[in-house]
Nanobody, 125 residues
Framework: QVQLVESGGGLVQAGDSLRLSCAAS????????MAWFRRAPGKEEREFVA?????????YYADSVEGRFTISRDSAKNSVYLQMNSLKPDDTAVYYC?????????????????WGQGTQVTVSS
């Protein structure tokens, strides 16, 4: 089992920056990918945002956030971060941290076994 706790959400204006954090505990040795997903208001499905391969630090991004968001990890602290710059109202969503032991590609929600409770990010225009 892996437990994930997110923090750092809030209300900001368009163009502002925000940094999300996710602390992992439990069987973190077995983590293969950690990722951020988001669920926008009125949508049922979670959308892939960014992921990192835990051991190597390789990163993956959705086209919608490429160049604005940066995912990073601190293995010593078992934590992953999402630095979000140039925020837009379309980025408004609940952001979820996720982890998986699976080596299947990092962008599919179905590949992730462990989820945090989510943190709200609201970007006003």
């Amino acid at each position: 089992q892996v437990q994930l706790v997110e923090s750092g959400g809030g209300l900001v204006q368009a163009g502002d920056s925000l940094r999300l954090s996710c602390a992992a505990s439990g069987r973190t040795f077995y983590i293969y990918y950690m990722a951020w997903f988001r669920r926008a208001p009125g949508k049922e499905e979670r959308e892939f945002v960014a992921a990192t391969r835990w051991r190597t630090g390789n990163t993956y991004y959705a086209d919608s956030v490429e160049g604005r968001f940066t995912i990073s990890r601190d293995s010593a602290k078992n934590s992953v971060y999402l630095q979000m710059n140039s925020l837009k109202p379309d980025d408004t969503a609940v952001y979820y941290c996720a982890a998986t032991f699976s080596t299947v590609g990092p962008t599919d929600t179905r590949g992730y076994n462990y989820w945090g409770q989510g943190t709200q990010v609201t970007v006003s225009s």
